[in-house]
């Protein structure tokens, strides 16, 4: 019985850090996170899915070229980020982003978890286990973090609403494969991505929101390595 107990809280708890990390890589890794889990995952199809976005309205057209721009402009940034779950869970940490392919997650104790995204791979790490690795490009960080960003061509935009000081873009996966979908939440008149809020194929919402941020300094190289035998090196080397 204390063994089934210890293999239940082991499992418990590798799906809620490989769910703190869905919540950054978003729609690809939630797709492996929910088959990990042991369920099966269906793209979802038709009216489920949502229809992509068709409307001539020229402002929404403007405000997805827009948020194209700035993302496809963003040199670099850093700062904390505070990441709500589903079930009202608070974890935090420090971020650094580069572009193009560059991204560190580093969530603050006692979730020694740690999410790098190298230019090809992203790697998942926690203290105890080897690093899991997914392609970036299976990834919406592969929209964020590409050369050059489309969302109209890279994703379906599901939806674009302008709300006071605040843009919401609301995209899917285009082949339909990864169920959710996410939404990138930018201010207002001067466009700088905030948060997201990425939402499961079961509907349940995590929302990751960036604070205290800086942009123009150019993160050191080794904050975007990950090797198999390092463990997550929070604050780690600047």
Same mark, same amino acid.
């Given at each position: 019985?204390?063994?089934?107990?210890?293999?239940?809280?082991?499992?418990h708890?590798?799906?809620? /850090?490989?769910l703190?990390?869905?919540?950054?890589?978003?729609?690809?890794?939630?797709?492996?996170?929910v088959?990990?889990?042991?369920?099966?995952?269906?793209?979802e199809?038709?009216?489920?899915?949502?229809?992509?976005?068709?409307?001539?309205?020229?402002?929404?057209?403007?405000?997805?070229?827009?948020?194209?721009?700035?993302?496809?402009?963003?040199?670099?940034?850093?700062?904390?980020?505070?990441?709500?779950?589903?079930?009202?869970?608070?974890?935090?940490?420090?971020?650094?982003?580069?572009?193009?392919?560059?991204?560190?997650?580093?969530?603050?104790?006692p979730?020694?978890?740690l999410v790098?995204?190298d230019?090809?791979?992203?790697?998942?790490?926690?203290?105890?286990?080897?690093?899991?690795?997914?392609?970036?490009a299976?990834?919406?960080?592969?929209?964020?973090?590409?050369?050059?960003?489309?969302?109209?061509?890279?994703? /379906?935009?599901?939806?674009?609403?302008?709300?006071?000081?605040?843009?919401?873009?609301?995209?899917?996966?285009?082949?339909?494969?990864a169920?959710?979908?996410?939404?990138l939440?930018?201010?207002?008149?001067?466009?700088?991505?905030?948060?997201?809020?990425?939402?499961?194929?079961q509907?349940?919402?995590?929302?990751?929101?960036?604070?205290?941020?800086?942009?123009?300094?150019?993160?050191?190289?080794?904050?975007?390595?990950?090797?198999?035998?390092q463990?997550p090196?929070?604050?780690?080397?600047?």
């Open positions: 019985m204390l063994l089934a107990m210890k293999d239940f809280d082991q499992n708890r590798l799906r809620q /850090r490989m703190y990390a869905a919540a950054i890589v978003g729609l690809g890794l939630l797709f492996v996170t088959i990990t889990a042991g369920g099966r995952a269906q793209a199809t038709g009216a489920q899915a949502g229809a992509a976005l068709t409307s001539s309205d020229a402002s929404d057209a403007q405000a997805v070229a827009d948020a194209s721009a700035y993302l496809s402009a963003l040199d670099s940034m850093q700062g904390d980020f505070l990441q709500v779950g589903p079930d009202g869970s608070v974890t935090e940490g420090k971020f650094y982003l580069r572009r193009p392919g560059r991204l560190r997650f580093e969530y603050n104790p979730e020694n978890l790098v995204a230019g090809t791979w992203v790697a998942v790490k926690d203290s105890a286990a080897p690093a899991q690795r997914y392609p970036i299976s990834t919406p960080l592969g929209l964020i973090l590409a050369q050059n960003v489309d969302l109209t061509k890279s994703a /379906r935009v599901l939806k674009v609403e302008n709300q006071p000081g605040a843009l919401l873009i609301t995209i899917a996966d285009r082949t339909g494969e169920p959710g979908q996410i939404t939440i930018f201010d207002q008149p001067r466009m700088q991505l905030r948060q997201w809020v990425v939402t499961d194929a509907g349940l919402q995590t929302t990751v929101a960036l604070r205290n941020v800086q942009t123009g300094i150019r993160a050191d190289n080794s904050l975007f390595v990950l090797r198999d035998e463990r090196s929070i604050g780690g080397p600047r």
